[in-house]
Structures are given as C-alpha cells and as structure tokens.
C-alpha cells in the first residue's frame, strides 16, 4: 500500500479545516500566536485572519505624521510570497490593526488562482 502524498492529503480535507490548521501551525512556528480563521466568503475563496495579539507592535508608537502607515503589512508580504512558493496566487491587505486603535489584528485573505510552473525547455 503506498501512503498519501500531502497533495492527495489536501484534496481530502474541507478546505476550511487546512486553512485553519496550516494558519495555527505557521503562526505558532514563527511569531508564537495562533490566529482564528474566520469570515469565510460564501464562495469559500476568501477568509479573515484575526490575531488577537501581534507580536510585532508591542513595543511600537506610530508618530503623528505616520499615522497611516500599515506597520505590520510585512505580514502580508510573507503571506503572499509564501503562497507563491506552492503555487497560489493570493490578495492579501490588512483590514483592521491594534496599532491604529483597532480592538484585533485582521488580515484578509483572497484566493486568486493556482499558479501554473512552466518549466524551461530541457528542464523536466
């Protein structure tokens, strides 16, 4: 019997559950929070991240003059640049921030379309 490949393992799942689970683990990895996943669009294509507590403003002021700046968007960046890397194209924009008053982090999420590889010619 040969075992599931992770791909065949995805397909599987509700995409929901994956999301969820990938988004806790990610997190939990890098910056030691979970965020919920929720606000899932009817299509199922887009989400929210909520992270009750981002580590990355804890000790951060915004001046006056930079009152609209989005400090966190490097997160959007690492989201996206991370979903490129398997093949999903991704928009992802900040919706509401701790750092500008907000009661949660939100980021969200919109699937946009599976990336195709086209390998050179010669390399397959």
């Not at 669009?41 to 909520?50: H, M, R, Y």
Request: glycine share 4%; hydrophobic share 40%.
């Amino acid at each position: 019997m040969k075992p599931f490949s992770s791909s065949v393992c995805v397909l599987l799942l509700p995409k929901q559950i994956h999301t969820e689970s990938t988004a806790s683990v990610a997190f939990k990895m890098y910056l030691g929070i979970t965020p919920s996943v929720t606000n899932w669009s009817p299509a199922g294509d887009e989400f929210s991240l909520i992270l009750e507590n981002n580590p990355l403003v804890d000790f951060v002021e915004l001046p006056d003059n930079h009152s609209t700046l989005i400090y966190s968007n490097l997160l959007c960046g690492v989201l996206r640049g991370a979903l490129e890397m398997v093949q999903m194209a991704v928009d992802v924009k900040f919706v509401q921030d701790t750092l500008r008053g907000d009661n949660v982090t939100e980021i969200r999420m919109k699937f946009i379309k599976r990336i195709e590889e086209n390998l050179p010619a010669g390399d397959e």
